[in-house]
Protein backbone atom coordinates (compact mmCIF):
# COMPACT_ATOMS: atom_id res chain seq x y z
CA UNK A 1 0.00 0.00 0.00
CA UNK A 2 1.16 3.67 -0.75
CA UNK A 3 0.47 6.52 1.49
CA UNK A 4 -1.32 9.13 -0.97
CA UNK A 5 -0.72 13.13 -0.82
CA UNK A 6 -4.43 14.47 0.79
CA UNK A 7 -5.17 17.80 -1.43
CA UNK A 8 -6.05 20.76 0.48
CA UNK A 9 -9.15 23.52 -0.27
CA UNK A 10 -7.65 25.27 -3.16
CA UNK A 11 -7.06 22.65 -5.54
CA UNK A 12 -9.08 22.65 -8.52
CA UNK A 13 -9.82 18.41 -7.99
CA UNK A 14 -12.21 19.08 -5.17
CA UNK A 15 -14.45 21.08 -7.66
CA UNK A 16 -14.38 18.72 -10.05
CA UNK A 17 -17.65 16.67 -10.07
CA UNK A 18 -16.01 13.09 -10.14
CA UNK A 19 -16.97 10.07 -13.00
CA UNK A 20 -18.30 7.25 -12.46
CA UNK A 21 -16.68 4.01 -12.10
CA UNK A 22 -17.72 1.70 -14.84
CA UNK A 23 -15.06 -1.67 -13.98
CA UNK A 24 -13.45 -2.21 -11.12
CA UNK A 25 -9.98 -3.36 -12.21
CA UNK A 26 -6.98 -3.82 -10.36
CA UNK A 27 -5.89 -0.43 -10.46
CA UNK A 28 -9.21 0.96 -9.13
CA UNK A 29 -8.74 -2.06 -5.83
CA UNK A 30 -5.46 -0.38 -5.98
CA UNK A 31 -6.80 2.88 -5.52
CA UNK A 32 -9.11 1.74 -2.43
CA UNK A 33 -6.35 0.14 -0.15
CA UNK A 34 -3.89 3.03 -0.84
CA UNK A 35 -6.67 5.50 0.08
CA UNK A 36 -7.54 3.58 3.33
CA UNK A 37 -3.90 3.74 4.58
CA UNK A 38 -3.89 7.19 3.86
CA UNK A 39 -7.59 7.80 5.68
CA UNK A 40 -5.75 5.86 8.81
CA UNK A 41 -2.73 7.37 8.60
CA UNK A 42 -4.31 11.16 8.34
CA UNK A 43 -5.85 10.00 10.70
CA UNK A 44 -9.72 10.84 9.44
CA UNK A 45 -12.75 8.79 9.03
CA UNK A 46 -13.25 9.05 5.41
CA UNK A 47 -11.24 10.03 2.25
CA UNK A 48 -13.15 10.65 -1.33
CA UNK A 49 -11.23 10.24 -3.90
CA UNK A 50 -10.96 13.62 -5.57
CA UNK A 51 -8.90 14.26 -2.42
CA UNK A 52 -6.04 12.19 -3.57
CA UNK A 53 -6.32 14.02 -6.55
CA UNK A 54 -8.40 10.88 -8.83
CA UNK A 55 -11.86 12.51 -10.11
CA UNK A 56 -13.58 8.86 -10.06
CA UNK A 57 -16.50 8.40 -7.63
CA UNK A 58 -14.98 6.15 -4.49
CA UNK A 59 -14.81 6.75 -1.06
CA UNK A 60 -13.47 4.91 1.81
CA UNK A 61 -14.89 5.50 4.98
CA UNK A 62 -14.56 3.26 8.65
CA UNK A 63 -15.72 4.98 11.75
CA UNK A 64 -14.32 2.17 14.22
CA UNK A 65 -11.59 3.51 16.61
CA UNK A 66 -10.14 0.17 16.21
CA UNK A 67 -9.56 0.54 12.33
CA UNK A 68 -11.00 -2.42 11.68
CA UNK A 69 -14.66 -1.81 9.50
CA UNK A 70 -13.71 -0.11 6.57
CA UNK A 71 -16.50 0.03 3.98
CA UNK A 72 -14.65 0.99 0.32
CA UNK A 73 -17.93 2.45 -1.65
CA UNK A 74 -18.15 2.93 -5.72
CA UNK A 75 -20.42 5.00 -7.14
CA UNK A 76 -22.14 5.57 -3.76
CA UNK A 77 -25.57 7.63 -3.68
CA UNK A 78 -27.99 8.58 -0.96
CA UNK A 79 -31.46 6.37 -1.74
CA UNK A 80 -33.39 7.86 1.29
CA UNK A 81 -32.77 10.12 4.40
CA UNK A 82 -34.89 11.21 7.21
CA UNK A 83 -34.96 14.03 10.11
CA UNK A 84 -31.94 16.68 10.07
CA UNK A 85 -30.16 17.26 12.62
CA UNK A 86 -26.86 19.78 13.37
CA UNK A 87 -23.40 18.25 13.79
CA UNK A 88 -19.44 20.02 13.92
CA UNK A 89 -17.58 18.38 11.16
CA UNK A 90 -14.35 18.88 9.62
CA UNK A 91 -12.16 17.80 5.79
CA UNK A 92 -9.06 15.99 5.89
CA UNK A 93 -8.94 18.41 2.77
CA UNK A 94 -9.66 21.37 5.91
CA UNK A 95 -6.72 20.52 7.99
CA UNK A 96 -7.61 22.56 11.95
CA UNK A 97 -11.45 23.80 10.97
CA UNK A 98 -14.25 22.80 11.53
CA UNK A 99 -18.12 23.74 10.86
CA UNK A 100 -21.67 23.31 11.93
CA UNK A 101 -22.98 21.21 9.33
CA UNK A 102 -27.00 20.41 8.82
CA UNK A 103 -27.63 16.80 7.43
CA UNK A 104 -29.72 13.42 7.21
CA UNK A 105 -29.68 11.94 10.91
CA UNK A 106 -30.76 8.49 9.13
CA UNK A 107 -30.16 7.56 5.63
CA UNK A 108 -30.39 4.99 3.39
CA UNK A 109 -26.95 4.51 0.44
CA UNK A 110 -26.37 2.46 -2.39
CA UNK A 111 -23.41 1.67 -3.63
CA UNK A 112 -21.35 -0.78 -5.24
CA UNK A 113 -18.52 -2.69 -3.25
CA UNK A 114 -15.24 -4.02 -4.40
CA UNK A 115 -16.54 -7.32 -5.16
CA UNK A 116 -18.69 -5.86 -7.81
CA UNK A 117 -22.02 -6.13 -6.11
CA UNK A 118 -24.60 -3.18 -5.60
CA UNK A 119 -25.54 -3.24 -2.11
CA UNK A 120 -27.62 -1.04 0.73
CA UNK A 121 -26.19 0.73 4.06
CA UNK A 122 -27.98 1.53 6.36
CA UNK A 123 -26.65 4.34 8.66
CA UNK A 124 -27.37 6.80 11.61
CA UNK A 125 -25.95 9.53 13.38
CA UNK A 126 -21.87 9.83 12.53
CA UNK A 127 -21.73 7.34 10.23
CA UNK A 128 -24.46 9.18 8.47
CA UNK A 129 -23.08 12.63 8.72
CA UNK A 130 -19.25 10.63 7.01
CA UNK A 131 -21.45 9.39 4.17
CA UNK A 132 -23.18 12.24 3.33
CA UNK A 133 -19.92 13.96 3.50
CA UNK A 134 -17.66 11.94 1.19
CA UNK A 135 -20.22 11.39 -1.12
CA UNK A 136 -20.71 15.45 -1.57
CA UNK A 137 -16.92 14.97 -2.39
CA UNK A 138 -17.87 13.79 -5.23
CA UNK A 139 -19.96 15.94 -6.74
CA UNK A 140 -17.46 18.75 -5.83
CA UNK A 141 -19.34 19.68 -2.77
CA UNK A 142 -17.44 20.60 0.39
CA UNK A 143 -18.57 21.26 3.91
CA UNK A 144 -18.20 24.91 3.85
CA UNK A 145 -20.40 25.28 1.27
CA UNK A 146 -23.27 24.73 3.93
CA UNK A 147 -21.93 26.97 6.06
CA UNK A 148 -23.27 30.71 7.28
CA UNK A 149 -21.36 33.10 4.69
CA UNK A 150 -19.35 34.78 7.36
CA UNK A 151 -18.39 31.51 8.37
CA UNK A 152 -17.27 30.23 5.09
CA UNK A 153 -15.41 33.49 4.65
CA UNK A 154 -13.52 33.30 7.59
CA UNK A 155 -12.37 30.14 6.78
CA UNK A 156 -11.29 31.49 3.45
CA UNK A 157 -9.41 34.31 4.57
CA UNK A 158 -7.56 32.09 7.22
CA UNK A 159 -6.56 29.61 4.30
CA UNK A 160 -5.47 32.60 2.04
CA UNK A 161 -3.20 33.87 5.03
CA UNK A 162 -1.83 30.33 5.47
CA UNK A 163 -1.04 29.52 1.86
CA UNK A 164 0.90 32.91 1.38
CA UNK A 165 2.82 31.81 4.60
CA UNK A 166 3.37 28.61 3.04
CA UNK A 167 1.40 26.37 5.62
CA UNK A 168 -1.00 24.88 3.67
NI1 LIG B 1 -13.94 15.94 3.43
Known amino acids: ?9 GDPVLR ?11 GIKKLASDMLETMYSAPGVGLAAPQVGVSLRLCVIDVDPNKKSPVVMINPEIISGENKITAEEGCLSFPGFY ?10 AGYTGLNGNRQEMKA ?3 LAKVVQHEIDHLDAKLFID ?4 W ?3 SI ?7 KKAGDW
Open 1 to 9: MTKLKIKKY
Open 124 to 126: QNF
Open 151 to 153: KRN
Open 146 to 149: YLPD
Open 16 to 26: KRAEAISEINE
Open 156 to 162: EKKIKRK
Open 99 to 108: GNVNRFEKII
